[in-house]
């Protein structure tokens, strides 16, 4: 649910691994960690942002973290959104960049 409202939000691809094929920009989307606690689940997510440049990572970035709030709505088990946290990670060897956006949900998983 989280890589396709990625997808949806920012209008670029997004997968679960970095596409070897993939045209910038892309998303990469996984769970970074978090604590379960039946019935709830406390997911960290980690949004890299993989980028033809630094101001467009950033762009894209800041888009996301804007639109974090709007997570709740993308599916009824998403019951809240914690604050996003911003990092540029560097310089890729082709001259692309990475950005990433990391936020913690709170879900409810029972079934």
Known sequence: MVREWTASVLSIPAATYPQASAQRPYAVVNRAGGPVDYPHDYPRYSVQLWCD???????LAYQLAKALPSITEAHERINAVGNAELTQLGY????????QVNFDLATNIRD
């Open 53 to 59: 440049t630094d101001a467009q990572g950033e762009t």
């Open 92 to 99: 890729l060897e082709d001259g692309g960049f990475i950005w």
